[in-house]
């Protein structure tokens, strides 16, 4: 086994057999893409502090993971665990599963799992947002025990998930077909389902003729995206808003928008009423996944929720593509509204592991209490971690 810490900003320069890993991880995860994670090294302040766990079997690369080192800070106390946290993941990172070998994911998970100890890196590795189940989470979880790493859960959430068996997938294109697809998402209640038809003919009679439009190949869509996007409230900082434009994030959009188109695997899709965009979605294809990045809505058109109808069309959209086997949304921890509203979820959870030291159980407790203790005082002031 081999293993290299490599700072995310050094990524730019190669990593050999990435794209291989990518393509056929156990799991695969487009926010740890070569073609997401480049662009990343070069246009956001956030990627400094991150590294890449890079783990070879000979010369065939078996694991990958990003990580950074995070302090837990009260009372004078700053512990620090190898995390996947911090500003980068919480702004673009939105899934946090490792890509392990889909060859042998078990041995993989265990050579992951072994560098960390095995570096100088601190002793307790924090994973934030991990995965709760599926072929990764067996596979570390088996591995820890296995590499005798005590771990100590802290919380888990479940997140929005679609297979392709779980919604059969319908082609679309005008608005007597939308509203027949609506129809058709069983796993939406029939109250639910009235309302989306009711707001799709209310749309139309007001803008004219809705239609899903497929913008995958233009080169100019990612420019809309980024001006409908930065009109709304999302582009306006002092109200909080986070819009990429707003950000200086739009270089980094086209780039990462860029290695997607030419691999073909970048879906821009947008809802439109007469002349009038309504809604925009770009997702990431890696593996047979696809992933959401971003999306936004014309706030001109707000009371007929485009961002509920948008969602729903996308996603069976995005299902009807050959070889495609699941659509992550990549909500997080949604609202409970939100989340009856989409047919199956993924558990996820937030967990420490002891990876090394002789009393590594008594630190993996000292950790947990301060980690518990400083969410208490934030919960409680009303900060951020």
């Known amino acids: 086994m081999d293993v290299q810490f490599v700072p ?122 991990a995965p709760g189940e599926g072929k990764v989470a067996e596979a570390i979880r088996a591995a820890a025990v ?31 077909e939308l509203v027949d697809i609506v129809a058709g998402q069983t796993y939406l209640s029939t109250s639910a389902r009235k309302k989306m038809k009711q707001r799709l003919r209310a749309m139309e009679r007001t803008f004219g003729p809705v239609s899903l439009v497929d913008r995958s190949k233009d080169p100019l869509a990612v420019d809309d995206f980024l001006a409908l996007e930065n009109a709304g409230w999302k582009g306006d900082v002092s109200q909080g808003g986070a819009a990429y434009a707003a950000e200086s994030k739009s ?17 821009v899709n947008e809802l439109r009423a007469g002349a009038t965009t309504v809604y925009l979605a770009i997702e990431l294809r890696s593996g047979d996944g696809v992933f959401a990045l971003r999306e936004t809505f014309n706030e001109e058109a707000a009371k007929f929720s485009p961002g509920l109808l948008g969602r729903v069309l996308v996603q069976n959209r995005i299902l009807s593509i050959p070889g495609v ?46 980690g518990a203790r400083h969410r208490a005082k934030r919960d409680s002031e009303g900060g951020e971690s």
């Open 325 to 370: 086997q699941f659509y992550d949304p990549c909500m997080g921890e949604a609202a409970p509204e939100v989340q009856r509203l989409l047919p199956e979820r993924r558990t996820h959870e937030t967990y420490m592991l002891a990876v090394r030291g002789t009393g590594r159980k008594a630190a993996l407790r000292m950790y947990s209490r301060l």
């Open 146 to 176: 296995d590499c005798n790493m005590p771990r100590h859960t802290l919380s888990t959430f479940e997140t929005a998930w679609y297979r392709r068996k779980s919604v059969p997938p319908r082609k679309s294109a005008g608005a007597r």
């Open 251 to 267: 270089a980094w959009l086209r780039e990462v928008a860029h290695q997607f188109r030419d691999s073909g695997h970048l879906y």
């Open 8 to 129: 995310l900003v050094d990524a730019v320069h190669g990593i050999s057999g990435w794209e291989d890993l990518a393509e056929t991880a156990a799991e695969p995860n487009a926010f740890l893409d070569p073609r997401f994670l480049r662009p990343c090294a070069s246009h956001l302040e956030e990627a400094e502090d991150v590294e890449l766990a890079v783990v070879r079997d000979g010369n065939e690369l078996v694991a990958l993971h990003a990580f950074s080192d995070q302090p837990i800070q009260l009372r004078g106390v700053a512990p620090v665990a190898t995390s996947t946290s911090g500003r980068f993941f919480d702004q673009v990172m939105a899934v946090r599963r490792p890509l392990i070998s889909g060859t042998d994911p078990a041995g993989a998970a265990t050579s992951l799992l072994q560098a960390m100890s095995l570096s100088e890196r601190p002793g307790v590795l924090a994973m934030v947002g």
